[in-house]
C-alpha cells in the first residue's frame, strides 16, 4: 500500500507530544512494511476509512482509494471516538 498525507494530518501531528510522534513514525514504517500486522490494528471502516493504532491512547485515520491511504488526521483515542462512520 502507498500512504500520503493530508495537510490536516501534519498540524495534528505537530500538536502530539513528542514520544508519541516518535512512535507515530515508527507504526508508520511498520505499515509500510506489513499494512496488516497484527499490532497496528489496521481495519477499514463505513466509506473506505482506515484505521491505525498508534499504542493504545492514539489512533490514526486514512482514507483508502485502492492501493492508496490519504492519512488525514492523528490524535487521542478519546477524540476518535467522536467520529462517526
Not at 507530544?17 to 489496521?42: C, N, T
Not at 485515520?61 to 490524535?75: C, H, K
Given at each position: 500500500?502507498?500512504?500520503?498525507?493530508?495537510?490536516?494530518?501534519w498540524k495534528a501531528f505537530?500538536?502530539?507530544?513528542?514520544?508519541?510522534?516518535?512512535?507515530?513514525?515508527?507504526?508508520?514504517?511498520?505499515?509500510?512494511?506489513?499494512?496488516?500486522?497484527?499490532?497496528?490494528?489496521?481495519?477499514?471502516?463505513?466509506?473506505?476509512?482506515c484505521v491505525v493504532r498508534?499504542?493504545?491512547?492514539?489512533?490514526?485515520?486514512?482514507?483508502?482509494?485502492?492501493?492508496?491511504?490519504?492519512?488525514?488526521?492523528?490524535?487521542?483515542?478519546?477524540?476518535y471516538n467522536r467520529f462517526?462512520?
Open positions: 500500500m502507498i500512504g500520503k498525507t493530508h495537510r490536516r494530518f505537530e500538536k502530539l507530544p513528542v514520544p508519541i510522534q516518535d512512535l507515530a513514525r515508527e507504526k508508520y514504517a511498520m505499515w509500510k512494511r506489513d499494512p496488516f500486522h497484527p499490532s497496528l490494528g489496521f481495519e477499514e471502516r463505513r466509506n473506505n476509512v498508534i499504542g493504545d491512547h492514539y489512533r490514526a485515520l486514512g482514507l483508502r482509494e485502492g492501493d492508496t491511504v490519504l492519512w488525514f488526521w492523528i490524535g487521542t483515542h478519546e477524540d462517526r462512520f
